[in-house]
Structures are given as C-alpha cells and as structure tokens.
C-alpha cells in the first residue's frame, strides 16, 4: 500500500523528466531583465576571456540562455555558478577563481558587502513595483507632511525608486532617498552611480551615512534615530537587518507583491532580549566554534584572528569551522562545542538557531560576552568590520593585569564564574591541552577542552586498527540499490 505522505519509491526512480535549455523568460525578455547589452560593454571594454555568471536559485532557470546571449556577443567565455558555497546574496569569489574567470557578474538580489579580488559587475532583478499604489501606501502611513522619513529598499526594486522619489518629494520636504553605493574599487556596476534627486532640500547642509551598501543624506543636527524608516520590499533578511540595526527607529514597509503597507509591529526589544541571552550562553561557554560563513566579504581573515584573540583572553578554547551552508546535522556532530559564532555578511548573520542545539552567534555578540570594554547598550552591529581596528564601532581589548581574576554570576545557571581562567599567553602555545594553570598558587583548573570531551565517549568514529583487521579476498557485492537489493526482491 502506497504511504499517504509520500510517492511510491519505484516511481520516483523510473520517472522520466523532460530537460529542456529553453528559457522560462521570452528571448525579447532577456535584454531588459539582465542587461545583456550592458553586460557586453563591461566584458568589451576591459577585455576580459573568462566570465564568471552567478545566479541565485530562482533565476537559474535563465542562466544558459543568457550565457549563451553573452557568448554571442561578446568573445568570451562564461561559467554559470550556481547553488553557491555560501549565501547567494554575496559574491563568490572562490569558485569563480576555481575556473580561472577574471571577473565576476552578480544577478539578482545583493547584500553588497564589499569584495576585493575580481572585478565586479552587480545586475539586479528588475521585479515591478507599482509606484502610485506604494506612493498612496506611503501617504496612509505618514499623513505628517513635515515628518523625517529615511526610504529605504530591496535592490531588486532600484530601477523605480527614482519614479516614486519625484512622487514624493514634493509632497514630504524632509524624505530622504538611500542610495546604492558599493564599497569596493573592483566594482562596475550602476550601483555606485548616485542619483540626483529633485527634493528641494538637497540645497541644505547634510551629513552621510553610508552602511549596507546605502548612502544616507540626513540634515546637519538630526541623527538616524530622528527619523523614521519606510522600506520598499518583502519581509525578510534586508528588513531584519535594518530593524536590528537602527532598533530605536520605527519601520514601515510596502509589499510589492501583495501591495500592501503596514507598520512593523515585530517586537525589537524582544528580539535583541533573545540576543543577549544567547550573550549569556557564551559567557558560560568554555569551547567556541567559529563558522566560516563567507570567503567573498572583505576582511573576514582579519575578524577570524581578532575573534580568537578575545576567546583565548576570555580563558576559552576555539575551533575554526569552514563547512558551506549551515544546517542542524552539520553542527550537530560537534557536541563538545558549546557555542558557535558565525562570521558572515550582515543580512546572513542574523542567524535563527531555535533548531540547532546549540546557539548561534554573532561577532559582535561574542566580542560583548568576551571583551569587558564592550558593554551591551542600544547599539547593535551586524557587519563585523566595524568591529576591526579603524572601524565605527572598534573597541579596544581589556589589558590584562596579572591578578586580575574576576569572579561573577552564571545568570542561566547560577553558578560562579572565573574570567581568567587562562593566562595572557599566545592563542597558539595554549591549544591542545586540557589542564592549564590558573594563576600563581598552583591552583589547576580544568578548562574542558574538546580534546577531554573526544576522550569520554563511548564511541569515537571510525578507528583504523592497523594489523588488527583480518586480510580477505575480494568477493562479489549486492546488486541494484540501497531501497532494492537484487536478492532481496527475489526472495520476497
């Protein structure tokens, strides 16, 4: 009897599917989505042989016909990246150096982290947005003529921003448009073009903003907390991550796809009292697992160090993980971690770890549980460059004195607390022992390495045992599949 949840298993595997290299989109279609012509004059123009074309998911259903558009036009050759080793929002670099590209062109949605080591072309997705529906949206939600309004938007909704902005404008004297603006020498794309806006108060004195690839022009005297926040786009990462960010601000948003308006009702503080618990968690951590979530955005070598050098001071151990897209089984397998902190771009580092086993973290969060300099206090950081040396947000490490041994309060488990549990030595001559001194009357502390925790299973994976496997000859294996072994068909 067939199973009521799921297709029957010999059906699945004798199905036949029709592959087809056809586009989805019309081929009148494809010049205006991807900018084909324009993509051309960006190979062209700085000669390139070898292009790298990487497309999220949803649009790869149009990746060969447009490399095929490319190849047409242009003398060169191109690789399509697809599933990418980490979030399609950011550049992958690394595969595309793989197949030797010289440069890479970046279609769809974009966090726009900055990147160095290719040329870079962004090509966002030209999705419809109905300005005078969202225009109307806008007016419902702000009736206050005279109010401070940021507009903020997904990039995929960048070609009719201009048209809702001449809408507003003369409507809203104090509304200020974000504008796209890459951070990165190597990037060619109309992302780094500033638009020039006809609200009369672009004749006032402003200062800048310039963070998640948007620049900011708000009026000398007023900072970001003075305004209120309108965004162009569907719920999701980009939303989360201003929210999280600019957590004093109020959001309101518009949905293209349902044209819809609303207040974000989702409750900040509620989120960020989440955050911190997670600070909690790491304080009582002794081993640390550091995700590699990015290879693409710049300095992520340099957080890596950084991070390690405040989990030693804390009298933590860490482990560096590089393992691709994250999910449950994944970190599963490391029960001696305690915690994890995951490097990446700012709209993946907002991580929901409610199913993972153990929680997930982010650079800023761990720098507060591990640097006593960094208090928690309104400011959130999601992008980790900042918490370098030079960056808006950069605080320096506690010095550390010889008798500095502060004990306080587990507030999860209630019990006491040593930070410092681990000398001022180097990160390098620490690692691979699980007895340390703790200071200087001999007092030895046990810091629960993952080295003791391997040593106390029952079970520690495949074991070689050299000589101790008996020598066999070579015999004829099943036939067929896992779900149908030849013999076991037969004797049914």
């Keep these: ?270 989120a960020l009292m989440k955050r911190y618990y997670a600070i909690e968690r790491a304080k009582d951590a002794n081993v640390v697992g550091i995700l590699v979530g990015t290879l693409g955005v710049s300095d992520y070598l340099a957080i890596i160090q950084q991070l390690k050098e405040n989990i030693h001071r804390a009298g933590k151990k860490s482990y560096v993980f590089a393992m691709g897209k994250l999910n449950v089984p994944k970190l599963a397998n490391f029960l001696e971690i305690d915690i994890f902190v995951l490097i990446a771009c700012p709209e993946n580092s907002l991580l929901d770890s409610s199913e993972f086993y153990k929680p997930v973290m982010t650079p800023f969060e761990m720098e507060i549980a591990c640097n006593k300099k960094r208090e928690w206090s309104e400011e959130y950081v999601t992008d980790f460059r900042h918490l370098l040396p030079g960056g808006s947000s950069h605080v320096q490490l506690a010095e550390r004195q010889e008798d500095d041994d502060e004990t306080d309060v587990s507030l999860i488990s209630g019990a006491l607390r040593s930070s410092n549990v681990l000398n001022g030595e180097p990160a390098e001559s620490s690692f691979g022992s699980s007895m340390v001194l703790r200071n200087e009357t001999l007092t030895v502390a046990n810091t629960n390495s993952a080295a003791s925790f391997l040593a106390s299973r029952s079970w520690r994976g495949l074991e070689q045992k050299l000589g101790e496997t008996p020598v066999v000859k070579a015999v004829e294996g099943r036939r067929g599949i896992a779900i149908a072994y030849e013999e076991e068909g037969s004797s049914s």
């Design 1 to 270: 009897m067939a199973d009521a949840f799921s297709s029957s298993s010999e059906t699945v595997i004798q199905r036949v599917l029709e592959v087809t290299s056809k586009a989805n989109t019309p081929a009148e279609k494809l010049e205006d989505l991807f900018m084909i012509k324009k993509c051309c004059e960006f190979i062209t123009d700085h000669h390139f042989q070898r292009v790298a074309l990487q497309f999220p998911d949803e649009l790869l259903r149009d990746s060969v016909a447009v490399a095929e558009e490319i190849e047409k036009n242009c003398n060169a050759k191109t690789f399509i990246l697809g599933d990418t080793s980490y979030g399609s929002c950011c550049v992958d670099e690394v595969a595309a150096e793989h197949v030797g590209a010289d440069c890479v062109v970046h279609y769809g949605h974009a966090c726009l982290s900055p990147s160095k080591r290719l040329p870079l072309m962004y090509i966002f997705e030209k999705r419809q947005l109905d300005v005078e529906v969202c225009a109307c949206s806008f007016r419902e939600l702000y009736p206050d003529k005279q109010s401070h309004i940021v507009l903020l938007y997904d990039v995929n909704y960048d070609h009719a921003i201009d048209d809702l902005v001449r809408i507003l404008c003369p409507e809203y004297p104090n509304l200020v448009a974000s504008k796209l603006v890459v951070e990165s020498e190597q990037c060619f794309s109309h992302g780094r073009i500033n638009r020039q806006s006809s609200c009369p108060s672009d004749h006032d004195e402003k200062q800048t903003v310039c963070l998640f690839g948007r620049q900011l022009c708000l009026k000398t005297g007023l900072i970001i907390t003075d305004y209120s926040m309108f965004y162009v786009g569907q719920e999701g990462a980009t939303l989360r991550n201003f929210m999280m960010t600019w957590n004093r601000c109020s959001f309101c948003s518009f949905d293209p796809e349902t044209m819809k308006g609303r207040v974000e009702s989702i409750s900040i503080n509620r």
